[in-house]
Nanobody, 122 residues
Framework: QVQLVESGGGLVQPGGSLRLSCAASGSIFRMYAMGWYRQAPGKQRDLVAVIASSGITKYVDYVKGRFTISRDNAKNSVYLQMNSLKPSDTAVYYC????????????????WGQGTQVTVSS
């Protein structure tokens, strides 16, 4: 059974930074791609960043240059460094374990963590 546990959320002022972490267990972590999603109140859950098992990274346009996804296979963990945060980044952030290829992009699994709340406000 795959388990994902997110942490690192909180309240931050606009322009600030946060680093989210996701610890995975129950799978051969290095073999899978990992994705960070976010869900704002009343909105759907959207993919914002992906890191493939090869280390290739992909981002949605509105976080490019501000967010950086990384992974540490020795620690079975994936991270999301978020800089220059905006109020529009306010959401619950979730990590997901999936599969990535250049042909079809990221395909999520049904394994989700509990999420971590990020609130950007002055």
């Amino acid at each position: 059974q795959v388990q994902l546990v997110e942490s690192g959320g909180g309240l931050v002022q606009p322009g600030g930074s946060l680093r989210l972490s996701c610890a995975a267990s129950g799978s051969i972590f290095r073999m899978y791609a990992m994705g960070w999603y976010r869900q704002a109140p009343g909105k759907q859950r959207d993919l914002v960043a992906v890191i493939a098992s090869s280390g290739i990274t992909k981002y949605v346009d509105y976080v490019k240059g501000r967010f950086t996804i990384s992974r540490d296979n020795a620690k079975n963990s994936v991270y999301l460094q978020m800089n220059s945060l905006k109020p529009s980044d306010t959401a619950v952030y979730y990590c997901n374990q999936g599969i990535y290829s250049d042909s079809y992009g990221y395909r999520s699994s049904n394994y989700w963590g509990q999420g971590t709340q990020v609130t950007v406000s002055s």
